[in-house]
């Protein structure tokens, strides 16, 4: 519960903020389709988890396709400075998970990869996630590690936005959130938008798959 109230007040300052963190789409080719009454989009073509290695929080590597193999995982690039779709994506998922079984929730991985590895070290990605869930995994690496990372995922690299005077620059990022299941396989992605009562709903048919109703 603490995680969650610090999770709710770090939110709050998102409602007084137009949408600085634009949210970009995957190529055509690579943009997932809409899953019927569910909240998570199907990608017409799935694709194996990528096989690269970044830094975690506590400064050790962290091989993304070895570290998560046999768990569904659910991954998202995004930065703490975001002023909307990160936040609200890390606190949704959080709540979900704390509303579901033990059971369920210890069989997903949650990996936030940031986008602006120039601002975003270790320490600052730990501070961040940990007012979510403290079991979330930070990653960062080089720019360009980062950027290739995306480019693994068939996403376009972030890029920064110009910055306004006075204001600190933003990032503009993916906005979905990818979901592999436990075969190693991305077969869906999230949209940014996606409740925390959907979340709850989602999370376990994603767990579950292939077996999902």
């Not at 600085?20 to 943009?31: F, I, L």
């Not at 993304?64 to 995982?73: I, L, N, S, V």
């Not at 592999?180 to 992605?189: E, H």
Request: aromatic fraction near 8%; charged fraction near 20%; glycine fraction near 6%.
């Amino acid at each position: 519960m603490k995680t969650l109230r610090a999770s709710l007040a770090l939110l709050m300052p998102v409602m007084l903020l137009s949408s600085a963190c634009e949210g970009r789409r995957a190529p055509s080719a690579g943009t997932p389709e809409a899953g019927g009454e569910t909240a998570a989009r199907a990608y017409p073509n799935p694709r194996p988890k990528p096989d690269f290695t970044l830094t975690d929080t506590e400064g050790q590597p962290f091989a993304f396709r070895e570290a998560t193999e046999g768990k569904m995982t659910l991954l998202f690039f995004g930065y703490t400075s975001c002023p909307d779709i990160c936040p609200l994506h890390m606190a949704n998922i959080a709540a979900a998970l704390n509303k579901l079984p033990d059971a369920v929730a210890r069989q997903v991985t949650v990996v936030f990869i940031t986008t602006d590895p120039g601002r975003d070290t270790p320490e600052v990605i730990r501070t961040w996630l940990d007012h979510f869930d403290p079991r979330f995994i930070g990653l960062t690496g080089t720019q360009a590690e980062v950027d290739s990372a995306q480019t693994a995922m068939h996403l376009p690299p972030a890029y920064k936005e110009e910055a306004v005077e006075g204001r600190p620059y933003t990032v503009a990022h993916s906005a979905h959130v990818i979901a592999f299941t436990k075969d190693g396989m991305a077969r869906f992605a999230v949209p940014y938008g996606t409740r925390q009562s959907e979340w709850a709903q989602e999370i376990p048919r994603l767990v579950a798959y292939p077996d999902t109703p």
